[in-house]
């Protein structure tokens, strides 16, 4: 563990590439997160090397690097079979079966390999964090930044499943949740994983612990109504202070009096604890509802209508919900669906047992669904794109499946722009794939988040333990020592000169060793 | 089966060109006509049922007969005799009893809400109703609306919804806003406290104490309701538009209960009371009175105290059942005051409109139990029937909607298999907005009950009885049989009589007119894959089953099987395969008639014999221990030693045989390669030809006088393949080849080699073990083994005195099987004998025969004689006219009783089938005649046929 941070540390390239200090720090959070013990020392360490490379370095020198002769799925288009990507600093420059190499440009070739956009975990329900759930049914004001917890195995997973992008979001078990966080799998604070900070809201449908449908739904419909109420308090106070300031009597009945005095409220007047709540009936605000029942989507939607936010709900379904399949399709929003793709229930006449493959349904209708994925099980459904591959496998084109772990899921966190496709001009968020996104056998090689590698399967230390045969584990000096074996030469190390690499999932031409370097 | 598919299609394209057409015409919107051709290919029938209660008011609450005309969902037309539209279809129910969908007129289906809040008005049902759940168990009690209520465990509970099962989920609810609901009595004292948080917490934002809520006693329930509802009507004040000027109060804080309960009342919202003690009653009425609100009241069962008031005050009340089907019912113990769970319904208050409501717990889906269970309480049958439907619906406010079959109301129909409020009574379908949202399944469909005035059963008559077939097989007769739920009921009236199914005794149904001669090899029952359609002519007349054998029986007889007329699968189709076996022995000598049954009957007994000793040996190995197994399994194989020491010698017979076998319907000549040994007179060997998959076949038979006949050791349904052939010069072989007695084929072969061919099928492999090897399974004797076993019996076809004199003593003295004489002309001169050997005649086509210058009727005479008798049709769909001949026999001067059973159980009894058919009885085939008036006669009409508990169609 201590090797890989050692590692990173003087590989020349991670040194002479950095734009700012945050960045390094990032880049390196992978290697550090094992020696989670050591953590303070380490970052105090990390930062004085970050303000010392940024004062020392003095510029912030743009990488240019060029991904080569790569099969390419740019999901927005056709796939390139062999083709090159050019990045320059976090951006995509140029996709295409040849691009233009700049002098500077330090090329990698990944021929062989296939080049896919960061996968997107759209609706990370309370994992993450420090817990899921705050006891308050409604709390708005609450923000899931205060419970990220960067040194989760969790993130290293996410990163390791090719998983680039995570909305974090209070879990289900709320009425009114709080605000929610788009990061990166890397870093080592909150705010050095943090894509889009404070970015939708989290409703629930489905009654939380304790509560039955009357009682969720009676919270929920009175958490607006006391809103309202609030504000109409507000502002006709707001009024009479007016009329007091200018020494007139007040001379109208209440609701002109109010009409009058909502234009006076000031940013200032709104308590912290409602401010979320106004953002969010004023349509500033998406919201994540969750419905885990299909009678819990009509009243999500008549909720989002009543409150001014259904253009910016996204629903998060269960199961059973393809059954409110024509109330979805009505409302064209997009949903997120659950990881359980398979809806199974008995017939309580016959004793029949039906199961219904619920993203057929969804794309039958023409409903915009992202995949979501489930951590912590053993089972296929933890990997985004094994959730994809049933799609594929029952009957879904392989376009729209591929969308719903990239494109889609960025459209619905409104980052359409930045993510989920290989196209100029957005975010570098490419996985190396040792083969296709869908096939079992696939290894995520490389993971390049924001122009920088920041995963390399070779360097991965768990991987290596998890594949290491017993004489590896015995003698893991002796793997120290010998740099020379194919599987330890690293491409990114050998000073710009692309080297073709063959790794294996055989556990025999494993690299054995973790610390080599130049 | 496809062309009425293709029919139905063809009627639905009608009926969506008719209706386009008549849209087109009112109004030339492209739009429009595609809207409604949507709607009218869902929900748009005529339903005709035996009997509708429509529930309307006055006398019209039942029209027998009725039909009910619905359009896209919604009832249009109700009555007797309504104009029916043009290719609309038909959905006829003769049988059944039409209601509307039962209205729950309480339900805990919407859970209870979780709440602290004694006073939570801002609780609304609907909000836990699932419109997308599959209430497939309640519908199928017929319920088709529910009141949703939102919990009895709190003073104000909330507000109760209606909401329709089974219906879209868009458009399941009624009302979403039906009542405020108020609880009374010892169970809502006492609420817990409530603890309020101020959020975000700070040091500013003090814990309060926990808020002690009321009531604790009878007094705080109404100070309570007093304070809370006096709150809400001073709620308001301040934010309504110019409520508050010159008011000058401050805002007054956000209560979510006042302000839920300010809007309630403001919309003049309706109360639900829930109170059993009078006192409660009393003073609920009092509350209502003084605040001007409208109630229902639940409950109430300590109602006979307070009659008088409630009466004076007009209150619907909403009853719960005093049934408890699947919980127990409390111990109340000694205390005079615990309340009694009995229910009286005084005489002031029956026309009130009172509904009925399962208790609490109870299955849902018994509303129809829990309305029956009124009746005891002193309400009458169309009050308890009212009670959940029309007055249920009036009381939850929906009776525009659901509760009657009028025009104009939801198509929410209940079919039921008997008259309502009767633990037998049913739901067969259940409609909801034209749409069935409930069907007996499959396994439940499949059985019958049949009701009538009469039931003759083949043996006693029982007045005012039932039948019950379940999956094909009579499982009940009686006064009363037990009436699986969701059976299909047949209520044939107190006229109606009901007979087993006809039997035709011979006949050759099926056959078409194949008259070749058979064997016994040969069964009739096995050609027949499905019901032919001359079939159904058959069943229609009466006929059920028919023992089928071939036009011309072969000399050593021929196999008779016994099928019924209708049927879908083979089991039901063939009743008993080897049902009898038949011979001729018309025009032959009575000196040696005799000899031809012994013969056949000998062969037929060895067979059976050694069957017989075979499964005795099988019997004695089996309950030997595995010691004495071991003991015999060292000795040597005799079979084996035989076969090494037989040495090949130079013969006309052994060895390899080369040629070809040719003629319809193969396509062209197969060659065929025989492997033959002679020893003896014995040819044993193998075949490798085109059938048996390229594998050596085993033969055997036997060699004399240049004539080889060899069997193949192949078992084929239609018999096993037979080789004769002649060597008509040497080495040369011309024959046929036969399969069963259907196909022959030529066939001609050289002889190839004459070296004794190393055989490769060794034909006796004895078990090793000394376990004993079965027989050779022979086709054409294995009927003799049931003969034998007195299962079946033989049927003679005699004529004269003469004959059936020799025929006699071979069934009384050889060979004591059961036995039938067939046409036997001639009987009546025999008749004691015929007696004496207790057997019956199958009667000739013809019922009078002239004998000298008088007319004889052999079935008269015969029957007079307790000579059983059977009839016959010899022809194939010409049985449909046997019942009428049996009339014939009776205006002849044969008893009817008598003619009856010759054509039910005496047939059934003669050809040993009466465990199948021919009688009504457990275990026996549903096989059921339903006639409107007396069997026989030709003034009755025969109105139903059942065959394996499947009606016939007419």
Redesign the interface.
């Known amino acids: 563990m201590d090797g890989g941070r050692r590692d990173c540390a003087e590989s020349v390239e991670t040194w002479t590439v950095c734009r700012t200090g945050v960045e390094t720090m990032r880049r390196c959070t992978l290697w550090m997160k094992p020696g989670g013990g050591s953590r303070p020392w380490g970052r105090l360490f990390w930062m004085l090397a970050a303000i010392f490379t940024a004062a020392v370095g003095g510029r912030a020198v743009a990488q240019t690097i060029v991904l080569e002769g790569g099969r390419i799925i740019p999901v927005s288009g056709e796939t390139i079979k062999k083709g090159s990507i050019l990045i320059r600093g976090s951006k995509i420059l140029a996709v295409g079966k040849t691009v233009e190499v700049p002098f500077d440009a330090k090329v990698i070739d990944v021929s062989g390999k296939t080049l896919f956009p960061g996968m997107i975990d759209v609706h990370v329900a309370g994992l993450g964090l420090d817990r899921p759930n705050e006891n308050?049914p409604?709390?708005p004001?609450l923000n899931v930044y205060d419970a990220i917890d960067p040194s989760l195995l969790f993130f290293e997973d996410a990163l390791r499943d090719g998983i680039a992008v995570l909305h974090l979001m209070q879990g289900n078990d709320c009425v009114i949740g709080g605000l929610s966080r788009v990061v990166h799998p890397i870093g080592m604070t909150p705010d050095e994983m943090t894509i889009v900070p404070d970015l939708a809201i989290k409703i629930a449908i489905t009654?939380k612990t304790?509560?039955?449908?009357?009682?969720?739904?009676?919270t929920l419909?009175?958490a607006f109504?006391?809103f309202a109420?609030?504000m109409?308090?507000l502002a006709?106070e707001r009024y009479e202070e007016k009329l007091r300031d200018e020494k007139k009597d007040l001379d109208v009945?209440?609701?002109v009096a109010r009409e009058r005095g909502r234009a006076l409220i000031r940013d200032e007047d709104i308590p912290?604890?409602d401010r979320n709540l106004l953002l969010l009936t004023r349509g500033k605000l998406p919201a994540f509802i969750y419905c885990g029942?299909?009678?819990d989507v009509?009243?999500a939607i008549k909720i989002a209508k009543d409150n001014g936010f259904f253009e910016r709900c996204v629903l998060v379904l269960g199961s059973?919900c393809y059954?409110?399949v024509?109330?979805l399709k009505e409302a064209g929003r997009p949903v997120v669906l659950d990881a359980e793709l398979i809806h199974r229930?008995t017939?309580?006449?016959?004793g029949k047992e039906i199961e219904t493959f619920v993203p057929g349904v969804m794309d039958e209708a023409g409903v915009t669904f992202a995949l979501q994925r489930r951590s912590g099980t053993s089972l296929g459904e933890r990997y985004l794109w094994y959730q994809a591959a049933r799609c594929v496998r029952e009957g879904i084109s392989r376009a729209a499946a591929l969308e719903a772990i990239t494109l889609r899921p960025a459209q619905m966190l409104g980052l359409g722009d930045r993510f989920g496709t290989l196209e100029p001009g957005k975010d570098a968020s490419i996985l190396v794939l040792s083969g296709d996104p869908l096939d079992s056998q696939t290894w995520v090689e490389k993971v390049i988040i924001e122009g920088v590698p920041v995963y390399d399967k070779a360097e991965d230390i768990r991987l290596k333990k998890l594949f290491a045969t017993p004489e590896e584990e015995l003698g893991g000096a002796a793997g120290d020592a010998d740099e020379k074996s194919p599987g330890t030469s690293k491409p990114a190390a050998s000073g710009g000169q692309a080297s073709t690499r063959k790794t294996t999932t055989e556990k025999a031409e494993e690299p054995a060793g973790d610390g080599s370097h130049d | 089966m496809e062309a009425m598919t293709s029919a139905l299609t063809f009627r639905c394209r009608l009926t969506r060109c008719a209706a386009a057409l008549v849209v087109v015409v009112a109004m030339p919107s492209v739009a429009v006509v595609e809207r409604a051709q949507a709607d009218i290919s869902e929900g748009t029938f005529v339903l005709r049922a035996g009997r509708v209660y429509t529930m309307a008011d006055g006398d019209g609450w039942i029209i027998e007969n009725g039909m009910i005309l619905v359009e896209n969902g919604r009832i249009v037309a109700v009555g007797a005799d309504i104009v029916v539209p043009l290719f609309v279809d038909m959905i006829e129910l003769p049988d059944a009893i039409v209601m509307p969908g039962l209205v729950a007129a309480n339900s805990s289906l919407a859970g209870r809400n979780a709440s602290e809040d004694s006073v939570g008005p801002r609780y609304r049902a609907v909000d836990a109703f699932d419109a997308y759940a599959d209430y497939g168990r309640i519908l199928s009690g017929g319920v088709t609306t529910v009141y949703l209520n939102p919990g009895r465990h709190r003073l104000v509970t909330g507000v109760g919804a209606v909401a329709k099962l089974g219906a879209a989920p868009g458009a399941a609810i009624l009302r979403e806003t039906a009542d405020l609901v108020i609880n009374l009595g010892e169970r809502v004292f006492d609420p817990p406290a409530k603890q309020q948080w101020l959020l975000p917490p700070s040091s500013d934002s003090r814990i309060e104490p926990s808020l002690v809520q009321r009531p604790s006693s009878r007094l705080g329930q109404f100070l309570q309701l007093r304070e809370s509802f006096d709150a809400a009507t001073s709620y308001d004040v301040g934010r309504g538009d110019g409520g508050r000027s010159g008011a000058g109060g401050k805002h007054s804080q956000y209560d979510d209960n006042l302000a839920a309960l300010e809007g309630l009342l403001r919309d003049g919202v309706r109360l639900r009371i829930n109170a059993d003690r009078a006192t409660d009653i009393e003073q609920a009425i009092q509350f209502c009175r003084e605040r001007g609100f409208e109630f229902v009241l639940t409950g109430a069962s300590q109602s006979e105290l307070v009659a008088d008031i409630l009466a004076r005050a007009g209150v619907g009340i909403v009853y719960e059942a005093p049934l408890r089907p699947v919980g127990a019912r409390p111990n109340l113990g000694p205390d005079p005051d615990r309340l009694d769970d009995d229910l009286y319904i005084p005489p002031a208050l029956r026309d009130l409109p009172i509904a009925i409501a399962g208790p609490e717990g109870e299955p849902h889906a018994q509303l129809m139990l829990y309305a029956a269970a009124a009746r005891r309480a002193g309400l009458s049958r169309r009050a308890a029937i009212e009670a959940v439907t029309i007055h249920a619906a009036k009381l939850l406010g929906v009776d525009d909607r659901v509760g009657s079959i009028q025009p104009g109301r939801d198509a929410d129909l209940v079919v039921l298999n008997g008259e309502p409020l009767l633990a037998t009574t049913h739901v067969r379908r259940v409609f909801v907005n034209g749409r069935t949202v409930f069907e007996t399944p499959e396994k439940q469909s499949a059985k019958l009950v049949v009701k009538a005035g009469t039931i003759w059963t083949g043996e006693t008559t029982i007045k005012g009885g039932a039948v019950l077939v379940e999956d094909g097989r009579i499982t009940a007769v009686g006064e009363t049989v037990p009436v699986p739920p969701h059976a299909r009921v047949i209520d044939a009236g107190p006229q109606a009589v009901v007979t087993p199914g006809f039997i035709d005794s011979r006949g050759h149904l099926g056959l078409e007119g194949d008259r070749s001669r058979v064997g016994a090899d040969l069964s009739p029952a096995k050609a027949l894959a499905r019901a032919r359609p001359e079939f159904a002519r058959v069943a229609r007349a009466g006929v059920t089953t028919v023992l089928v054998s071939a036009y011309r029986p072969d000399s050593k007889g021929a196999r008779i099987s016994a099928i019924h007329t209708a049927g879908e699968t083979r089991d039901e189709l063939i009743v008993k395969d080897a049902a009898g076996l038949i011979f001729s022995l018309r025009g032959t000598d009575p000196a040696t008639a005799g000899d031809v049954l012994r013969k056949a009957l000998k062969a037929g007994k060895a067979y059976d014999d050694a069957w017989k000793k075979y499964h005795k040996a099988l019997a004695e190995y089996k309950a030997k221990g595995p010691e004495q197994k071991a003991a015999e399994k060292k000795k040597p194989d005799a079979t084996e030693d035989e076969v090494k020491a037989e040495k090949p010698q130079a013969d006309p017979v052994t060895g390899t045989w080369e040629g070809s076998v040719a003629g319809e319907p193969l396509p062209e000549p197969q060659d065929f390669t025989a492997r033959l040994k002679l020893s003896g007179d014995q040819v044993e060997g193998s075949l490798e030809t085109f059938f048996g998959g390229g594998e050596e076949i085993e033969v055997s038979g036997t060699f004399s006088e240049g004539h080889l006949s060899l069997e193949v050791d192949l078992d084929i349904p239609i018999g096993k393949p037979t080789i004769e052939a002649d060597i008509d010069e040497p080495d040369h072989l011309t024959g046929t080849f036969n399969i069963g007695s259907r196909f022959s084929f030529e066939l001609e072969a050289e002889r190839t080699e004459k070296e004794a061919p190393e055989i490769k099928i060794s034909r006796k492999r004895k078990k090793k073990d000394g376990e004993p090897e079965a027989p050779k399974k022979n086709e054409a004797l294995e009927p003799y083994r049931d003969l034998f076993a007195g299962k079946i019996a033989v049927v003679i076809d005699v004529k004269g005195p003469g004959v059936i004199g020799a025929v006699l003593p071979v069934f009384q003295k050889d060979y004591k099987v059961p036995f039938i004489l067939l046409n036997a002309e001639g009987a009546g001169q025999a008749k004691e004998q015929i007696a004496g050997a207790k057997t019956g005649v199958i009667l000739p086509t013809r019922a009078v025969r002239r004998i000298g210058r008088e007319d004889y009727v052999q079935s008269v005479d015969l029957t007079r004689g307790g000579i059983p008798v059977a009839f016959q049709s010899d022809a194939e769909d010409g049985a449909r006219g046997l019942p009428d001949r049996a009339a014939y026999h009776i205006r002849l001067g044969m008893d009817a009783t008598a003619a009856l059973r010759a054509l039910t159980i005496d047939a059934a009894r003669l050809m040993r089938c009466d465990d199948q058919v021919g009688v009504l009885q457990r275990g026996c085939r549903g096989d059921l005649l339903i006639f409107d008036g007396p069997p026989l006669e030709p003034g009755s009409r025969l109105s139903r046929v059942i065959i394996n508990g499947k009606e016939v169609g007419r």
């Open positions: 308050v409604v709390a004001f009654p304790g509560f039955d449908r009357m009682l969720q739904m009676a419909r009175e109504l006391k109420d609030d109409e308090r006709e009945p209440p609701a912290d604890k029942r299909a009678m009509p009243r059973e059954k409110a024509d109330v229930e017939d309580p006449i016959t």
